[in-house]
Structure formats: structure tokens, C-alpha cells
């Protein structure tokens, strides 16, 4: 069954400073497709990035940088030089191609406070 | 770019009342799908629709029902409301490309109907 984890509930730095949020997945399948959303305070889901399973390669979009490692199972989400606007709940989802499923699963999502 | 588009933004309701909440796809869009996230917690799959069909179904009630129309656009039919479906309602959309699965395609989340019942 596909699952979605995210340990760190909730997360405090101070402005500036890098923080990682993790994420790992669960799936029997070979083919997937890994998501990252941001929920700020307002309540919209804001989509980040979208990998499938094939492609390894880290992407870097301005501060925000993801890591994902087959080998763990890992999709971790870097942000860089942090900022008070970055303040959000952040949400790490999968797919499965195997499954055909229309859902993505979301993981409970880590909450991420930048502190002034 | 034009975003999904769900209406209302909020809505209260008594218990047993019905609601209806609208969304409108991203234009070309073909797929809508519906989502429930309690307080403090994750998004949850409800029901979605491809051209116009049911396509898959999650977690949602029988006192909930869905369509959507030739225009695309979705309308989520609650009834008997209960204290326990206060909860903010996305719409998502995504446009499905030939030969692939819509679970694949990234969906895009309007801003949200927070619905809450009283």
C-alpha cells in the first residue's frame, strides 16, 4: 500500500537560517510520482514540484531545492536563506501508476514556523 | 494564468441543511477532483470526474454526491449536514495527456470552500 510519511510535525527556525523537511514513502509499485504542496496561513494548497520515479536528478528552483533518493525511499525538501513568508504547512504527496488511482496520498504534512 | 476557481470561499450551515459547492476547472482542464481536509489534518481524496464521468471515488459519504457538467465545471452536494463535515473542500484539476493516468498529472488545488457547520 502507498504511504507518505513526514516525522517533523512541526519545525521553528529563525529567519535566514536552511531547514530540510523530510519526507518518505512507502509503494510496491516501480513507477510513481512523487508531489510537494504548500499551505500558507490563507488555506490554498500551492503545488512546488512534481518528480516521477525515473528521474533522480535534484532540482533546484531559487531557495527551495528537493533531494530523492531511490535508495531510502526519500523526497526531502531543502529551503535555503529561509524567510518569514515561508511559513506554511508543507505537504509531500504520492502516486502510483500501478494502482491507477486518480487520489495522490498526502502525508500529514509539516508545519513549518520562520521565526523574525 | 487562470487559476480553479471554487465558490463560495466560506459557507455556514446549520446541522441536516444541504450545501453545494462549485469549482471551475483551469480551462482545457479535463479532470476535477474533490478533497476534503479536516482541521490539522491532510487533504483526503473524495470523488473525481473525467470528461464529465466518475472516475474514481475515494473516502466520501453517501449523504455526498458530485458532478460535473459539459462546461467542465463541478458542483459537490452535501446533505444532512453533520457537525463532522466542517472542513475546508478543494477542488483540484488537472489535464490528462494521451496514454497517461490521471494520478500522474499534477493537480492544481483552487484556494478552497471552508465550510462549517453548526
Known amino acids: 500500500a502507498q504511504k507518505v510519511t513526514q516525522a517533523q510535525t512541526e519545525i521553528s527556525v529563525v529567519e535566514k537560517e536552511d531547514v530540510t523537511l523530510d519526507c518518505v514513502y512507502e509503494?510496491?509499485?516501480?513507477?510513481?510520482?512523487l508531489f510537494w504542496y504548500k499551505q500558507p496561513p490563507s488555506g490554498e494548497l500551492v503545488f512546488l514540484i512534481r518528480?516521477?520515479?525515473?528521474?533522480?536528478q535534484n532540482e533546484i528552483s531559487g531557495r527551495y531545492s528537493w533531494n530523492f533518493q531511490k535508495s531510502t525511499s526519500s523526497f526531502n525538501f531543502t529551503i535555503t536563506a529561509s524567510q518569514v513568508v515561508d511559513s506554511a504547512v508543507y505537504f509531500c504527496?504520492?502516486?502510483?501508476?500501478?494502482?491507477?488511482?486518480?487520489?495522490?496520498?498526502f502525508g500529514k504534512g509539516t508545519r513549518l514556523h520562520i521565526l523574525p | 494564468a487562470a487559476g480553479v476557481i471554487q465558490s463560495p470561499r466560506h459557507l455556514i450551515k446549520e446541522k441536516r441543511e444541504t450545501a453545494t459547492l462549485k469549482c471551475y476547472p483551469i480551462?482545457?482542464?479535463?479532470?476535477v477532483y474533490w478533497y476534503q481536509q479536516g482541521p490539522g489534518q491532510d487533504p483526503q481524496f473524495l470523488i473525481s470526474?473525467?470528461?464529465?464521468?466518475?472516475?474514481d471515488k475515494g473516502s466520501i459519504p453517501d449523504r455526498f454526491s458530485a458532478q460535473q457538467f459539459s462546461d467542465y465545471h463541478s458542483e459537490l452536494n452535501m446533505s444532512s449536514l453533520e457537525l463532522g463535515d466542517s472542513a475546508l473542500y478543494f477542488c483540484?484539476?488537472?489535464?490528462?495527456?494521451?496514454?497517461?493516468?490521471?494520478?500522474?498529472?499534477?493537480?492544481?488545488f483552487g484556494p478552497g470552500t471552508r465550510l462549517l457547520v453548526l
Open positions: 509503494t510496491r509499485d516501480t513507477t510513481y510520482y
Open positions: 470526474f473525467y470528461e464529465k464521468m466518475q472516475s
Open positions: 483540484a484539476s488537472s489535464l490528462v495527456s494521451s496514454g497517461r493516468f490521471r494520478g500522474q498529472e499534477t493537480q492544481y
Open positions: 518528480r516521477n520515479s525515473f528521474d533522480e
Open positions: 504527496a504520492l502516486s502510483e501508476r500501478r494502482s491507477r488511482d486518480d487520489k495522490i496520498i
Open positions: 480551462p482545457r482542464h479535463d479532470t
